[in-house]
């Protein structure tokens, strides 16, 4: 038989010493953080503009009551009245200048409010799908292990949908991609009907997808896998007249039963179990 495609770890995945420095994440955060700031200074600086705008109106109405009508100014007084109406616009002008920039300031900070969940789930979200994506797991897993119970461990599953290719070649490509949508909607309702939050399902690219948890013992784990299987395999896919049903392999690996200690290895020992399910005859799960 041959093998099926295996779930290669990419030269990409590795995460550069640049982005562990600044990761995405941390860039958002931190351009939030700095724009809090902007606009705090702004809106100190626009207060500071207002009392040095009454202290220039003050200047100026002294400045009248003290040399009186223009015209009649002595020279002296004339270029002392001259000075204090030059500063007068100035300061005028910083006012208004700084009203214009806190404007900005506010607009930005609509935008910037407005745009970080698109940015968010840019980062962590497959466009198609719409569930979690490589990046999520290359950025996320080493601290979903880190939080796991030493008893309950983190654990990982492959979930390959049989016959795929041939799903593709006989009804076309666009009832692939309602394929991959309606697998990635079947698991995600399920988990939030179960209310689990520490248990992600991933698309890893094409038909690739896993699921991880680090919330449930690994027994229960596979009871998961066994319900979302067969509610995979009795659901409909439609796309226009044309209706169908998929089935999926599934391979499971947990840190604590096979004694692993890094995500990417036990992605490598799910991603063998997996072959193991498709040895064996498709739609089947195999976790030992």
């Known amino acids: 038989m041959k093998k099926p495609k295996q779930f290669a770890r990419r030269e ?29 200074l702004e809106s100190q600086s626009l207060h500071q503009a207002l009392a040095i705008q009454e202290i220039s109106d003050e200047i100026q109405r002294l400045g009248n009551q003290m040399y009186g009508d223009p015209e009649k100014m002595a020279p002296r007084n004339r270029t002392m009245y001259d000075l ?35 940015i968010i789930r840019l980062m962590f979200r497959d466009t198609l799908t719409d ?15 880190a939080e796991a119970s030493p008893t309950v461990g983190f654990s990982l599953a492959f979930l390959d949908i049989d016959n795929f290719k041939k799903c593709n070649d006989i009804y076309g490509h666009e009832f692939g991609d309602e394929a991959l949508k309606y ?17 992600f399902f991933v698309r890893m690219g094409g038909d690739e997808f896993i699921l991880i948890s680090n919330e449930l013992p690994f027994p229960l784990f596979v009871v998961l896998l066994d319900d ?35 995500p990417w290895d036990l992605y490598g020992v799910a991603d063998e179990r997996l072959y193991k399910a498709k040895a064996a005859g498709k739609n089947c799960i195999v976790s030992s």
């Open 12 to 40: 990409g995945d590795q995460i550069s010493p640049e982005e562990k420095i600044y990761p995405l994440r941390f860039i958002v955060d931190y351009v939030m953080e700095k724009k809090n700031f902007l606009l705090g």
């Open 84 to 118: 204090l109406q030059k500063q007068q616009k100035i300061i005028h002008q910083l006012t208004t200048d700084l009203t214009k920039k806190g404007l900005a300031f506010e607009d930005m900070d609509n935008m910037i409010r407005q745009a970080q969940p698109f």
């Open 131 to 145: 569930t979690y994506n490589r990046y999520f797991f290359i950025t996320h897993s080493a601290d979903l292990l």
């Open 183 to 199: 697998l990635c909607k079947t698991v995600n309702n399920h988990l939030q009907r179960q209310e689990l939050k520490k248990t």
């Open 228 to 262: 979302l299987q067969r509610e995979i395999s009795a659901g409909t896919i439609r796309y226009e007249n044309i209706a169908g049903q998929i089935k999926v392999s599934i391979g499971a690996a947990n840190t604590v039963f096979s004694q692993i200690e890094t």
